[in-house]
Nanobody, 121 residues
């Protein structure tokens, strides 16, 4: 099991940038695939991005592709989500997630508590 703590959310205007951080702690953190999901009010939680892991490359949802970059610092046990050109529809609670297999909504083993991102128009 790993524990995940997110930070970096906030209130921004459309077109601005934010960088979310997720610090992982626990045993064998490097064994976990890590990434980000988000959930807006009244909507299901959705995949945003996962970092490169084992032989897999980073992967992004179509909704954020070209605007977001995910990175992972193994020395700091931290995964980042750099979000640029934010849109009001990016408003959501963003959750860090970890899995022992390829990261999908179905394979997540551990969730962070979430960080709110609000984008005003």
């Amino acid at each position: 099991q790993v524990q995940l703590v997110e930070s970096g959310g906030g209130l921004v205007q459309a077109g601005d940038s934010l960088r979310l951080s997720c610090v992982a702690s626990g045993r064998a953190v490097s064994s976990y695939a890590m990434g980000w999901f988000r959930q807006s009010p009244g909507k299901e939680r959705e995949f945003v991005a996962r970092s490169a892991w084992v032989f897999a490359s980073s992967y992004y949802a179509d909704s954020v592709k070209g605007r977001c970059t995910i990175s992972r610092d193994y020395a700091k046990n931290t995964v980042y989500l750099q979000m640029n050109r934010l849109k009001p529809e990016d408003t959501a609670v963003y959750y860090c997630a970890a899995a022992l297999r390829e990261l999908t909504l179905a394979t997540v083993n551990n969730w962070g508590q979430g960080t709110q991102v609000t984008v005003s128009s």
